[in-house]
């Protein structure tokens, strides 16, 4: 059964960093384009960042641009996503998001990926 587990949020204060992880049991991870999403109360779930399976250079929203960071370890089947300059808008629960041998080349959608972790919350302060 594939499950993705996110940890690694909280309360910060705007300006602040905090790095997201998320373990992932999926075989092959390697073969798995990651991703994170995020979703604010009363908003729909919108893209922040992702990795394709088969390298090249991350792909981010425009909002978090410069500001976060998505990295992935395939020994040991994690995704993170370090926060740095941290903005009120930025708070969301955000969630981990996989898809087996998914390309991209651009912003991807929701409906792009089929599995996806229960979220962790991150509440920045102004």
């Known amino acids: 059964q594939v499950q993705l587990a996110e940890s690694g949020g909280g309360l910060v204060q705007a300006g602040g960093s905090l790095r997201l992880s998320c373990a992932a049991s999926?075989?092959?991870?390697?073969?798995?384009?990651m991703a994170w999403f995020r979703q604010a109360p009363g908003k729909e779930r919108e893209f922040v960042a992702a990795?394709?399976?088969?390298?090249?250079?991350?792909v981010y929203a425009d909002s978090v641009k410069g500001r976060f960071t998505i990295s992935r370890n395939n020994a040991e089947n994690m995704v993170y996503l370090q926060m740095d300059s941290l903005k009120p808008e930025d708070t969301a629960v955000y969630y981990c998001a996989a898809r087996r041998l998914l390309v991209l080349s651009n912003i991807p959608a929701v409906g792009h990926f089929n599995y996806w972790g229960q979220g962790t919350q991150v509440t920045v302060s102004s």
């Open positions: 990795m394709n399976w088969s390298g090249g250079s991350p």
């Open positions: 999926l075989q092959t991870f390697s073969v798995y384009t």
